[in-house]
């Protein structure tokens, strides 16, 4: 069955070439073999005849040999009708039959479709999570923060490091692995020549980002479900933040210092900026 091609069953009639009688049969359109993209008509004969079918005239068939052929009059369930009460009998068994036919090829579709979800489910679930992780960083360089992309790098290189290697499929990825990777980010080094470990909140930051990339990969279809929702995040410490108080900065302001020093210290305590951020300001920003 080709995918997304609706297979129709339709109860029709064939005249009989000895006899005033017409055989019911059923058609079903279009059917496709498996390796072929060519459609075909199945027809099934239901051994039975009618002889007493009433015509639609206002539906007419293609003129054979100077004739015109109307086609049969259905009701709205689509049975063809009959004079007789037996022949009516007979196009309602032959319905019948085509209603079971019908959800045959409909079943068939269906699993179909969910075979080829599987078989493309099981090729993603073998896509490289690091280079998934890479491709979404690519897309955040355009519109979020140095400082964001600056850490989902940083996040991949710790995830990578975790690895031990430089490929992880997304059929790795279960609990254990994302409950072994939070356990490791607690502890992880800090980057560039420091020494020691990165701050809890810090391997926070960095388990949110792991999070929100498997969440994109539950969305975009590497994953089977939205696993990321189930781990527990790594819990934020409260950090102690110095500040002057308003009578200590009244003492800074009266304090003989270099100018600039003291504007940017008061600028500084009054905005809660950090020194780094007063530096790049200009008069754009």
Excluded at 202 to 214: D, E, G, Q, R
Excluded at 244 to 250: G, H, I, K, T
Excluded at 268 to 283: C, E, F, P, V
Aim: proline share 2%; glycine share 4%; hydrophobic share 35%.
């Amino acid at each position: 069955m080709k995918r997304l091609d609706y297979t129709k069953v339709s109860v029709k009639l064939k005249k009989s070439e000895w006899r005033d009688e017409w055989f019911i049969y059923l058609e079903a359109y279009p059917v496709y073999e498996t390796g072929s993209d060519k459609p075909k008509r199945v027809r099934e004969y239901l051994r039975r005849s009618i002889t007493t079918p009433i015509w639609d005239k206002r539906r007419s068939e293609r003129a054979v040999a100077g004739r015109i052929k109307y086609k049969p009059k259905r009701d709205d369930n689509g049975v063809i009708q009959c004079k007789s009460k037996q022949d009516m009998e007979t196009c309602l068994y032959a319905d019948g039959v085509r209603v079971l036919r019908q959800k045959e090829y409909d079943n068939m579709a269906l699993f179909t479709e969910q075979q080829m979800e599987m078989a493309e489910q099981s090729e993603r679930s073998k896509c490289n999570v690091l280079e998934y992780i890479e491709k979404l960083i690519k897309e955040r360089e355009e519109t979020a923060s140095e400082s964001i992309v600056v850490n989902w790098r940083r996040l991949h290189t710790l995830l990578s490091m975790f690895a031990k290697c430089d490929y992880i499929q997304f059929s790795q990825i279960d609990m254990k692995y994302i409950e072994a990777f939070r356990s490791f980010l607690i502890k992880a080094p800090q980057g560039g020549s420091k020494k020691g470990t990165i701050s809890r909140n810090t391997a926070s930051t960095y388990f949110s980002i792991f999070k929100a990339a498997l969440k994109q990969a539950f969305v975009d279809g590497y994953l089977n479900c939205d696993i990321a929702a189930k781990a527990k995040n790594i819990m934020f410490q409260s950090a102690r933040r110095e500040y002057l108080s308003l009578e200590e900065l009244n003492i800074l302001a009266k304090t003989p210092c270099d100018d600039i020093l003291k504007r940017a210290a008061l600028f500084s305590a009054l905005t809660g900026m950090r020194h780094s951020d007063i530096q790049k300001l200009n008069g754009q920003r």
